[in-house]
Nanobody, 134 residues
Framework: QVQLVESGGGSVQAGGSLRLSCTAS????????IAWFRQAPGKEREGVAT????????????DYADSVKGRFTVSQDNAKNTVYLQMNRLKPEDTAMYYC???????????????????????WGQGTQVTVSS
């Protein structure tokens, strides 16, 4: 059973930065879709960023929600079984519980078609809270 553990959440002022980490209990990230989601109170879960490295590829592909493009960066360190979400220029509307999730890819031609939506992810972390004050 794969376990994912998020860390790095906290409280910052608008314009600040945080880096979230998602560490897996075993080698999970190679050739799997890894995604960050967030959910604010009273709102639906939102996909934030996805990273996927296909077999034989030297670099991963990434995808971002429009709301975080240019501000957030997802990356991974396979040697550490860790995926990161660097969040810059944070806004109060980024306040939410952030979760990472992992799933095998589906047949497809790019990250958007190969990586599932939220309910398609098999493994989830417990979440880490991010609070951005104005």
């Amino acid at each position: 059973q794969v376990q994912l553990v998020e860390s790095g959440g906290g409280s910052v002022q608008a314009g600040g930065s945080l880096r979230l980490s998602c560490t897996a209990s075993e080698d999970t990230y190679a050739s799997n879709c890894i995604a960050w989601f967030r959910q604010a109170p009273g709102k639906e879960r939102e996909g934030v960023a996805t990273i996927y490295t296909s077999l034989g590829a030297s670099l991963p592909t990434t995808d971002y929600a429009d709301s975080v493009k240019g501000r957030f960066t997802v990356s991974q360190d396979n040697a550490k079984n860790t995926v990161y979400l660097q969040m810059n220029r944070l806004k109060p509307e980024d306040t939410a519980m952030y979760y990472c999730a992992a799933a095998p890819p589906k047949p497809g031609w790019n990250i958007a078609t190969m990586c599932p939506s939220g309910d398609g992810y098999n493994y989830w972390g417990q979440g880490t809270q991010v609070t951005v004050s104005s």
